[in-house]
């Protein structure tokens, strides 16, 4: 592939102002030479088999065009380079896109991109593997941060760790006076410093809340770990950022999520102040992506508040806001995930759920009632059973498109399955879940109710519908890493050989879906979005690989794909050849 083809300027084509069909206004902007699927075609069977009408043969797939023409924030032809060079004129930009692939603009549709901005600014502890590794990467961060008055880190992997979480006496010698408070990579325990657990006013006497749990040493004093709802005892004690610093946080998670090819997100719980801040930005239109909030459930003063004036389901620039999200029960490899029978690998423990998790089943029960959409985090089998007895309980007969979503969805009994569909929930996922999680899911589990676990096909082949996501900040969002999972079931170095459970694999024409057109379906917005046609809005993914093409013969190939840009109703959110380009744009 000539890439410096594709990284070039923006070139200007004049074809005397001659236009296709007879149309009278021309295109803004036309990408050209481009491998494009637009996705335009019936959906595949539930086995996976693409529709008879998708550009798919004994051959393989084949892209069903090679242009976009685009004006204003909508698509107006999608078709050949002959037919949409004739929709140019003398102001017409065109992009030669020297044989990339284009597709209908990703959708994150599950994310934390506010948590996400905020972490690029704290010590990164993704990867590490033991407690002097972490304390090592937290003195490098503060000596570049020296007027911090709290050191502020995440991405320690409390499920890895589960057997052996840390306590504070390392991290208080490191930092004997500064608050340090590190957060685990998926959100369920956050580890302190004496510090910071002395400035949060955490102490013997300090009872854990429902849902939650103090870690003590054998003193009964608290070891410096806290796991579920207890985080909450530690993260609220951290001081309130500036507006500029929270506005500067959530335009660098989004920009940062341009930069991977994402031209939507699904915010998985939003408060009042941050949903303050999105207001303020999406008026000023400097929000640089779709963002659709999720109203988060443990802010009961802001759903009673939308309750009353109802979703908002209309275009109000960038922003949307008509869904709510809840938790209805723990993480698996903190062993909060609510189970039927007991953890294989801790007799007697099942988990935490429902009212004994702080789950406000009165309040979301309102907020659907009110119209609003429920998105409920449900991870184990007794978890998601119940939070399906939840919804058929408030939905009742009622006709209506709600679209209720289960977050995670992450093990099911063989019994709940067909339930989605009959209810029309909608199983939010993530692949790389499977892939990270993969190392100690069976042994929680065990060797039968694994089965499933991530069960992906399991769930097509019963008819539910799905949308695909990464969960970030605690699972890296790299789109070629969560194609790759879906349709192989290993990790990046090609683990487990033949895929773990690999009969729950995508197919990459489901794959792709699940990242654009079902995740449009996700979040109520399929009549603008996931597909590229005349009339769509103008949001589009351009990679440097053919996921299509690599996925039957070299999918370990996927992994190296790299974004080159990402146009969000029109325009660009990123694009790799800015610096050549801007000039003339």
Request: proline share 5%; glycine share 10%; hydrophobic share 40%.
């Amino acid at each position: 592939m000539h890439l410096a083809r594709i990284l070039g300027g923006v070139l200007v084509f004049c074809l005397g102002g001659c236009s296709l069909g007879g149309a009278t206004e021309a295109a803004d902007l036309i990408l050209h030479n481009a491998r494009v699927y637009s996705l335009n075609w019936p959906e595949p069977s539930r086995d996976g088999q693409p529709d008879p009408s998708a550009p798919h043969g004994p051959a393989g797939w084949t892209p069903d065009a090679t242009a976009v023409a685009i004006r204003g924030d909508r698509i107006i032809f999608v078709g050949s380079d002959a037919e949409a060079l004739h929709l140019a004129n003398g102001s017409t930009r065109t992009r030669d896109l020297a044989g990339a692939t284009l597709l209908p603009g990703l959708i994150e549709s599950h994310t934390h991109a506010v948590e996400l901005g905020r972490n690029l600014r704290m010590a990164d502890l993704v990867g590490v593997k033991t407690e002097d590794e972490a304390i090592a990467r937290v003195r490098v961060h503060a000596r570049k941060h020296p007027d911090a008055k709290w050191i502020l880190g995440h991405g320690w992997d409390e499920g890895a760790w589960a057997d052996r979480y840390p306590d504070m006496a390392k991290l208080s010698r490191a930092f004997p006076k500064r608050p340090v408070v590190l957060r685990g990579l998926h959100g369920f325990a956050v580890w302190g410093n004496a510090a910071a657990f002395a400035a949060a006013g955490i102490n013997r006497d300090t009872e854990a809340p429902s849902g939650g749990d103090i870690i003590r040493d054998q003193h009964g004093n608290p070891s410096g770990v806290l796991t579920n709802r207890a985080t909450e005892l530690l993260s609220q004690a951290i001081p309130i950022a500036a507006k500029e610093e929270r506005e500067a946080a959530i335009l660098a998670g989004l920009d940062e999520l341009a930069r991977s090819g994402y031209v939507a997100v699904h915010e998985a719980g939003v408060d009042a102040q941050t949903l303050a801040d999105l207001e303020g930005l999406s008026k000023q239109g400097r929000l640089p992506l779709h963002f659709y909030a999720m109203l988060s459930a443990r802010d009961s003063e802001l759903c009673r508040s939308w309750q009353l004036k109802g979703p908002d389901t209309g275009e109000s620039g960038k922003l949307k806001v008509r869904a709510v999200k809840a938790f209805f029960d723990g993480a698996l490899g903190s062993r909060g995930a609510s189970l039927l029978t007991d953890y294989a690998d801790q007799s007697g423990h099942r988990g935490v759920a429902g009212a004994q998790y702080q789950f406000d089943q009165d309040l979301v029960a309102d907020m659907m009632r009110a119209g609003f959409q429920v998105c409920i985090h449900a991870i184990g089998d007794a978890g998601n059973r119940q939070t399906l007895d939840f919804i058929a309980a408030v939905q009742g007969n009622a006709d209506g498109d709600y679209r209720h979503r289960i977050e995670h969805a992450q093990v099911l009994h063989p019994e709940d399955m067909p339930r989605f569909a009959a209810l029309g929930v909608i199983a939010s996922m993530e692949p790389p879940h499977a892939m990270e999680d993969k190392a100690w899911a069976e042994a929680r589990l065990g060797p039968e109710r694994v089965l499933g676990a991530y069960a992906w096909r399991s769930l097509r082949e019963n008819g539910a519908r799905l949308c695909f996501n990464s969960d970030l900040p605690g699972s890296d969002w790299n789109i070629f890493y969560g194609l790759h999972s879906a349709v192989t079931r290993q990790d990046k170095t090609g683990a487990p050989a033949g895929g773990w459970y690999p009969e729950q694999a995508m197919s990459i024409e489901e794959s792709i879906r699940g990242y654009s057109s079902w995740g449009a379906y996700a979040g109520f917005a399929e009549d603008e979005a996931g597909v590229l046609a005349k009339g769509m809005r103008a949001d589009i993914t351009v990679m440097d690989i053919d996921p299509f093409d690599l996925a039957a013969g070299s999918p370990e190939s996927i992994l190296a794909g790299n974004i080159l840009m990402t146009l969000v109703s029109g325009e660009f959110a990123f694009d790799r050849g800015d610096k050549a380009s801007k000039a003339e744009r």
